[in-house]
């Protein structure tokens, strides 16, 4: 239960501390390029609990191949929200070896809870709709630097 909202109280440590409240995307992320079959994803990486509790807040647009993957130090069950989140999200909760355990589509500037159906370490919002255009769902594998490197 320890890390069950790990995601939400590190966004209220942020926005009881000012930094959040200013309301200023974070785009400027360290990038990687994740693949979904033929699909190629410019990812932004969120490693640290700032910059998760960040997310994607205050992005009023995402180019279609874009997301943000956040990662964490270990499985947990992970559980996502959209307060300041003005983009329509879908949140893929991914296995250790970049399997999809389950998608959550999110609806923008609500503190509605999406998480995991398992314990993971890695979340990825995409734009809602992404995952389905492309046919993926729960079962479809991701591959990148992240995953090759699970144990």
Known sequence: MKNTFTVLLAGFALWSTGVAAQGVPQTQLQRITLSAGIHQIDTQLALTPEQQGIGL???????????????FPGPSRQCFWMKNTVLPLTAAFIADD???VNLEDMKPQTTD????????????EMNQGWFAKK???????????PFSAAK
Not at 57 to 71: A, D, I, N, Y
Not at 113 to 124: F, Q, T
């Open 57 to 71: 807040m205050f992005r009023k647009e995402m180019p279609q191949h874009e997301g943000m993957l956040f990662v």
């Open 98 to 100: 970049g399997t999809i």
């Open 113 to 124: 809870s999406h998480c995991s159906a398992k314990p993971v370490r890695y979340v990825l």
């Open 135 to 145: 046919g993926l769902k729960a079962g479809a594998k991701l591959s990148g630097q």
